[in-house]
């Protein structure tokens, strides 16, 4: 368990970014569409559409496109997004897989950055490759087998962060719902420890137990989330990053709530 | 009449006064703090007990609905959060906390209900004291608004603005709630009790309450005194009462002494043990009107006698600040945006201040998204004059002090975010109470019948048919009235019907119930399948079109019918059975299947309840 003695930062806030960049201490992640970045992104960030991830993310790709963002073991990696940190999230814990061990999320979404009037340019920054190596983390991904496995022990809390009309209509047996929107406030992507830790004590979401959150289909969601558990110091979180999707094509039991017509309260 | 005249003569200078003035860029803010932010932590902790089984299911009960948290069908997991607005006053950023709030614990939408209540349906139970804590934040609380307390105390969305109303009462309803709120005498109730405090009578609901207000000016000696014509014991239920005038006026000073007499008899003779019978309207009904208004006197002599002078309301007579928010950019709108003419008739009322209309917002049965809210609350900061909103009686908001030249551009605005379309305050807006979508004591889908009826009406422009205006349809999903079906020209209530085996979803209909100068509750006419609801309020319309007199409204023809003065073809309920028996037939489950579907849902119908929480 070498990540006990990692930094249990999460976030990285505006002003400490700010400064790393000055210092030239830092790689930015920009996790929008190629088009969004062009056209202005946070000064010196690298451009990584979470499509372009997702079209292959098997840790020897990962690996390829962490190294052309001249990442190397060490230097602090800052990912953000404007989807309130949701695929950011994604991205960030990727590299946590592979073994990257200082990244973090900016605290904030582009949108605010911007609104806040700090700086942001177009321009693409030169990179040169960097050499990075391979320590893949398994601690923190669940598959569907292993999930199916975890589930029949008592002290596995598995969390599903889609939307509360989703979880009612269909959700994997046995899952909470704590939908993504809960985890942030207006203008930060995740609550303060303080709020984080009280909303997670209600909900019984606390101590040792291990924890597996999932959401719709490629773990953006859950990512935003497993990164909420971890700000509060719970140890041993995993992201079932094939999330629901899977689970249906898999054609594995679904549960929902019954006897009732909630969508009908909706107003969409 | 001086006064009267005298009052609105005021208000116009009041007007012209702050129009003058610059708009400040802070929106209005909520001068009442509701809130208290303790009870957040409280309710954490009381659940966790209950959870750890140190709480009896009976006193968590209790405790969660005294804090306006409801059950919800099927299940012990999620609860309903009712969120009082007290005289039915939001803010903006009032709003757009209640935004924040449906997506973050509840389904992305929130719920306007009847009684100026904004609800959070399927609220995880352990989320609950989350919402207290937003709610703190700015200044709401849902403290009392379920239980046996003063619910909330409504007041008319036209209150202030009303042409035909002697004063504006509603800093007295704003008064009323703040003296019961948390206060020892209304924490044990034998039942909930409502007070509905209104504008006129035209636009009241003050027979249909446990006490209700009209407000009145006397004049005595050349000078005009304030004070209310009060109605007790009235009701909609299981079983509806109309309540009874107490006197002819009843001065300011004695409302406050009114209302504690009222609720101390109430709380000493009231039924604590039949729970089905236990709200005041039985107690009065059952005594006698005579005996409990004497009562009611002798009582408020002895409070009169005996309260501390300390002991009052305190009503807050400050006016409103009225200032017509300035236009930032001059976006003149060059044609009239589609619609328009239509929206503004069916949606919109003239004020008694000249120049001002009150904008009331048509939703589908109550229910608005997270993001529609957040509109709307910058929809009040660019458009109302008095910076908030005000709940109506109907499911639905109203944003007044709206400039006449600032009408199209605000349509315009709600047309962005699908908040305008027509017919709020048209028979096209039926009432439907929440239904099978998460009540426990539900039997139909009440409350996406009201959806389906109003996309079908509007479809059909029935909104725009005068005749059909003053009329209104109201549903419940069971015997309950929360749909206040007793009251509406057409009404209907829930429930099973069968064919030999199979179920299907049934509405008791009742027709000439109102609630305006002449309140009577509906009478009971025939049994309709949920998906022939449709078809026959359309037959009904047919008939009345058949055999109207030239200046007949749907409401007037039907309260002929229904008490008996009618001499056309159609004389009575009766009449109109017949014509519509064959509409209603059922058809075998092989040729119709869906005939035995409710809304919403598409596995076989059976009725199926849990327990109530009324009488917890």
């Given at each position: ?63 390829k ?9 060490d230097?602090?990696v ?12 994604r ?8 073994g ?28 040169q ?39 009612l ?8 719902s ?18 984080m ?51 249906k ?11 009732a ?8 | ?22 708009s400040?860029p ?22 966790k ?30 609860a ?70 003063v ?44 007070f ?41 239920g ?19 002494y ?19 019978r ?41 006016p ?40 009331f ?19 009040i ?14 499911q ?51 409350h ?17 048919d005068?005749?059909?205006s ?41 027709l ?25 309020i ?56 869906d ?22």
């Amino acid at each position: 368990m070498c990540r006990l003695t990692e930094s249990d930062k999460i976030t990285t806030d505006v002003d400490s970014l700010r400064s790393e960049i000055r210092d030239k201490s830092v790689r930015v992640i920009d996790v929008r569409r190629k088009d969004d970045y062009k056209q202005d992104h946070i000064p010196t960030a690298v451009n990584l559409p979470l499509a372009t991830l997702l079209s292959d993310d098997s840790p020897e790709r990962v690996l390829k496109l962490v190294t052309s963002m001249g990442i190397d073991d060490d230097l602090p990696v800052v990912v953000y997004d404007d989807t309130f940190g949701a695929l950011a999230s994604r991205v960030a814990w990727t590299l946590e897989y592979i073994g990257h061990s200082n990244v973090t999320l900016l605290e904030t979404t582009y949108g605010h950055w911007k609104s806040l009037g700090l700086e942001n340019d177009s321009q693409i920054p030169d990179i040169q490759s960097k050499e990075h190596s391979l320590h893949l983390h398994s601690e923190i991904l669940a598959t569907s087998d292993y999930l199916e496995n975890a589930k029949t022990r008592d002290n596995v809390i598995l969390i599903d962060n889609r939307e509360r009309l989703n979880f009612l209509e269909q959700h994997i047996p046995g899952a909470i719902s704590l939908p993504y929107r809960t985890l942030a406030t207006k203008d930060k992507i995740l609550r303060s420890k303080e709020d984080m830790k009280r909303l997670l004590d209600n909900r019984g979401i606390t101590g040792n137990s291990e924890i597996i959150t999932y959401c719709g289909s490629v773990g953006t969601l859950s990512g935003l989330a497993y990164y909420a558990l971890k700000s509060v110091g719970l140890p041993n979180t995993k992201l079932y990053v094939r999330s629901f999707k899977e689970w249906k094509n898999l054609h594995k039991p679904t549960e929902k709530q019954e006897d009732a017509s909630y969508w009908d309260l909706s107003a969409e | 009449m001086s006064k009267i005249y005298n009052q609105t003569k005021r208000n116009f200078i009041i007007l012209t006064v702050f129009d003058l003035k610059q708009s400040a860029p802070d929106s209005a803010k909520p001068k009442i703090n509701w809130a208290r932010i303790e009870e957040a932590d409280n309710f954490a902790k009381t659940v966790k007990l209950f959870r750890q089984g140190k709480y009896d299911e009976d006193s968590f009960r209790r405790f969660r609905l005294q804090h306006g948290a409801y059950g919800t069908r099927m299940t012990g997991d999620y609860a309903m959060v009712r969120i009082k607005l007290p005289a039915g006053e939001i803010y903006p950023n009032q709003f757009e906390k209640i935004s924040q709030l449906s997506e973050q614990y509840s389904i992305g939408s929130a719920h306007f209900s009847t009684r100026e209540n904004i609800q959070l349906h399927w609220v995880i139970l352990e989320d609950v004291s989350e919402i207290f804590r937003g709610l703190a934040e700015v200044g709401l609380t849902s403290r009392e608004a379920c239980g046996n307390s003063v619910r909330n105390v409504m007041c008319s969305p036209l209150s202030g603005v009303c042409p035909d109303e002697e004063f504006d009462s509603t800093p007295y309803a704003l008064a009323t709630a703040r003296f019961f709120l948390r206060n020892p005498m209304a924490q044990n109730l034998p039942r909930k009790f409502k007070f509905n405090f209104t504008c006129c009578e035209k636009h009241g609901m003050v027979r249909m309450v446990d006490v209700g207000l009209i407000p009145q000016i006397r004049n005595v000696d050349g000078s005009s005194q304030r004070g209310f014509k009060i109605f007790l014991g009235g009701g909609l239920g299981n079983k509806s009462y109309i309540g009874y005038q107490l006197e002819e006026f009843t001065p300011e000073e004695d409302l406050l002494y009114t209302s504690i007499a009222v609720m101390r008899i109430f709380d000493r003779l009231g039924d604590r043990k039949n729970l089905a019978r236990n709200r005041m309207r039985y107690l009065v009904n059952d005594m006698g009107w005579e005996k409990f208004q004497n009562l009611v006197f002798k009582e408020r002599a002895i409070v009169r006698a005996t309260q501390s002078i300390i002991t009052q309301l305190e009503v807050d007579l400050i006016p409103n600040e009225i200032k017509r928010p300035i236009r930032i950019s001059d976006e003149s709108i060059a044609s009239t945006p589609d619609g328009f003419a239509r929206w503004l008739k069916t949606n919109t009322v003239k004020q008694s201040q000249i120049d001002y209309r009150s904008v009331f917002i048509t939703l589908e049965a109550g229910d608005i998204t997270a993001s529609q809210l957040n509109a709307l609350s910058d929809i009040i900061r660019e458009f109302s004059s008095e910076g908030k909103a005000r709940c109506g009686f109907v499911q639905n908001v109203a944003l007044r002090y709206v400039h006449e030249d600032d009408l199209q551009r605000m349509y315009s605005k709600l047309l962005e975010v699908g908040l305008a379309k027509s017919g709020a305050l048209t028979m096209t807006a039926p009432i439907g109470c929440s239904g099978t979508t998460s009540c426990n004591l539900a039997l139909t889908n009440s409350h996406r019948l009201a959806k389906e009826i109003q996309r079908k009406f509007l479809e059909l422009k029935l909104d725009e048919d005068d005749d059909l205006s003053d009329s209104s349809i109201k549903i419940s999903g069971c015997p309950n009235s929360c749909g206040q079906h007793g009251i509406a020209t057409i009404g209907f209530f829930g429930g099973g019907g069968r064919v030999g085996k199979d179920m299907y979803p049934n509405y008791q209909m009742s027709l000439g119930g109102r609630s305006d100068g002449d309140t009577m509750l509906g009478l009971t006419c025939l049994r309709i399948p949920a998906k022939r609801v449709i078809p026959v309020i359309l037959k009904i319309i047919e008939i009345f079109k058949q055999n109207k007199k030239s200046d007949d409204t749907l409401k007037s023809w039907i309260h002929r019918i229904v008490n008996g003065n009618e001499d056309s073809k159609i004389k009575s309920i009766n009449d109109i059975k017949k014509i519509l028996e064959p509409l209603i037939i059922s058809p075998t489950k092989e040729n119709d299947p869906d005939f035995y579907l409710d809304y919403g849902s598409d596995t076989s119908y059976h009725t199926k309840t849990g327990k109530g929480e009324c009488a917890a």
